[in-house]
């Protein structure tokens, strides 16, 4: 039996509990999974429908994370497990070491959770909450760099990319909705993720605003919300750009793969913003998987996820004429359709298929 300890699980959207699901729904082929996830709105329809023992813990924030360390540690105690993950240093940092030397014990590391200052409290707690597990699993080489340069020195780091939980079969009603967005229109450019600084939505508006003389049918939608939406709301009134841009704040799973399968370029040139930076980008390797060239940042992990000049390109995702030029390069001669073809193969390489066999020869 193995377990899964985590604070990010669906039906909570985004990377880390797609990565979380996926993980989990692997180990199945392997064994039985039991599931310590915290309780979200609509837990009890997921769960439902969910082939994993999924056990959800309730309750204001400070009192849930030590409800679940007391369940953790109990059914360690009194089950025979082949192997427990935990989502974040803050998973394991309350777990017995006693228990966990019971089992084989990973830690998933994934950037900005890990970004603290050398020598500050956040730093020495997850140092420690690290050095309890047999493996700290980073998700790029650049995750990797992050928790050596944030103190840990231990030789037990290894590097496994998330899987990609997709493609999955796009059904013809959400279909026909991508269809009504995206209308006529060409290039088409999407973006899936929360609406925060460190995306750079606000170039990428501004970038919109300049190719439209080159490109005047440019369609670009944005999939996501969060604290940037009413800044991004009044930026695109402001450049006129009413009917170029949509912004689709909440869509089912169905309609967002439907305008992603439609799209032709998925753009998200991330920045650093504060602590926030981009530890790998699975939403590159699902864009790819549905045939989608990326256009990524330089800053963080997005190289494992993109390679440069032949499934997307990185650029520097403060520079408006990086932005400018990188998507031009993509867009001229539709140079973008050979990239989609390598970007395709290369999502291959993320099937869960290949990725758990990693964790499976560490166990």
């Not at 709105?41 to 439902?48: G, I, K, L, R, V």
């Not at 944030?150 to 037990?156: A, C, D, L, P, V």
């Not at 841009?245 to 909440?250: D, T």
Request: hydrophobic share 35%; net charge positive.
């Amino acid at each position: 039996m193995f377990l899964i300890s985590t604070r990010n699980f669906p039906p909570d959207l985004g990377g880390i509990q797609n990565l979380m699901e996926g993980l989990s729904n692997a180990l199945l082929n392997h064994g039985p999974v039991k599931v310590f996830a915290d309780s979200f709105e609509n837990s009890d329809s997921y769960d439902q429908n969910s082939k994993l023992n999924i056990q959800r813990v309730s309750g204001f924030k400070i009192f849930r994370k030590y409800r679940k360390s007391n369940l953790v540690n109990e059914f360690i105690k009194n089950n025979v497990l082949r192997a427990a993950f935990f989502d974040h240093w803050k998973s394991i940092e309350n777990i017995e070491l006693a228990s966990l030397k019971k089992t084989k014990t990973f830690c998933l590391i994934h950037s900005k959770e890990i970004n603290h200052s050398l020598g500050s409290l956040l730093n020495k707690r997850m140092l420690n909450a690290l050095n309890k597990a047999n493996y700290v699993i980073a998700n790029s080489n650049f995750t990797k760099g992050l928790v050596i340069k944030s103190g840990y020195k231990k030789e037990n780091i290894r590097v496994i990319n998330p899987g990609c939980n997709y493609p999955i079969k796009v059904n013809n009603e959400s279909k026909n909705f991508a269809q009504k967005i995206y209308d006529n229109a060409h290039p088409k450019l999407i973006t899936i993720s929360r609406l925060d600084g460190r995306k750079s939505h606000r170039n990428i508006l501004m970038t919109i605003k300049n190719l439209l003389p080159k490109y005047p049918k440019l369609k670009y939608v944005s999939i996501g919300d969060g604290e940037e939406k009413e800044n991004l709301r009044s930026l695109k009134k402001e450049l006129g750009l009413t009917d170029e841009v949509n912004f689709i704040y909440k869509s089912t799973e169905q309609e967002k793969l439907a305008l992603l399968e439609k799209s032709d370029i998925f753009v998200m040139p991330s920045v650093v913003h504060k602590k926030s930076i981009e530890g790998f980008g699975i939403t590159f390797i699902e864009a790819a998987s549905y045939g989608k060239p990326s256009i990524g940042g330089i800053f963080g992990g997005e190289a494992d996820a993109i390679l440069n000049g032949k499934t997307g390109y990185l650029c520097d995702g403060n520079d408006l004429n990086a932005i400018h030029e990188t998507l031009i390069k993509a867009l001229d001669n539709e140079h973008y359709k050979k990239l989609s073809a390598n970007a395709l193969e290369f999502s291959k390489n993320f099937s869960w298929d290949k990725i758990i066999k990693k964790y499976i020869e560490l166990i």
